[in-house]
């Protein structure tokens, strides 16, 4: 089976940096990739990593080692508008994808 | 404007009865998914096409049914064998070329009474 590990809520201020942990268990491992959700809205995806190292995408980062079963999603100088959920997932295969359970991530002023 | 629609946003079911989900995409996607998350949880994996005519068993399959006879069309119908069918259902897509990247519709939050 798969199973992923990352914290259920973590709060910031604006202006401030956030890491996302992410550890996964599982087999057929594509790679991991990040979404962030809206209450109630649909995830909206912003990042993948194939590979060991550092992806970066404007104020978002993402980072793989797959020889630790870890990643993680940094978000910078952030803004209220990040406030969201932010969910891992392990790309099993070519279509399959396995979410965690998600980080609710409240930003203050 | 290219997107991915799924209708109604919310329904009402009775106990019993089956209901039938629509997701429609004009974004020319190869790949078409059906997801459940419940409150305080990821989504997990109910179905998935790569083709036309053609789909496979996610990691909940049991008490779904789904069809994919156009390639812009992949409707789900929840039957009455799911025995907790309350949840919110996310359809997505994604192209050949991008697979590592799915896109997703707005949902249909669905509450069986």
């Known amino acids: 089976g798969q199973s992923l590990e990352q914290p259920s809520e973590v709060t910031a201020v604006e202006g401030a940096i956030v890491q996302i942990n992410c550890t996964y268990q599982?087999?057929?491992?594509?790679?991991l990739s990040w979404y962030q959700q809206h209450d109630g809205g649909a995830p909206t995806f912003l990042s993948y990593?194939?590979?060991?190292g550092l992806e970066e995408t404007g104020r978002f980062s993402s980072f793989l080692s797959r020889s630790d079963s870890y990643g993680y999603l940094l978000l910078q100088e952030l803004q209220m508008k990040d406030s969201a959920s932010y969910f891992c997932?392990?790309?099993?295969?070519?279509?399959?994808?396995?979410f965690g359970a998600g980080t609710t991530v409240t930003v203050r002023a | 404007d290219g997107g991915i629609t799924q209708s109604p946003k919310y329904l009402f079911r009775k106990e019993g009865q089956n209901v039938t989900l629509s997701c429609e995409q004009n974004?020319?996607?190869?790949?078409m998914y059906w997801y459940r998350q419940d409150p305080g949880q990821g989504l997990r994996l109910i179905y998935y096409?790569?083709?036309?005519?053609?789909?496979q068993k996610g990691d909940i399959a049991e008490g779904y049914s789904v069809s994919r006879e156009k390639k812009e069309s992949f409707p789900l119908t929840v039957t009455s064998a799911q025995k907790n069918p309350t949840a919110f259902y996310l359809c997505?897509?994604?192209?050949?070329?991008?697979?590592?990247?799915?896109?997703f519709g707005p949902g249909t939050r669905l509450t069986v009474l």
């Open positions: 599982t087999s057929g491992f594509y790679g």
């Open positions: 990593n194939g590979l060991d």
């Open positions: 997932a392990v790309k099993r295969g070519d279509y399959k994808l396995s």
């Open positions: 974004l020319n996607h190869d790949a």
């Open positions: 096409s790569q083709i036309v005519n053609d789909f």
């Open positions: 997505a897509s994604s192209p050949l070329e991008r697979r590592n990247e799915q896109f």
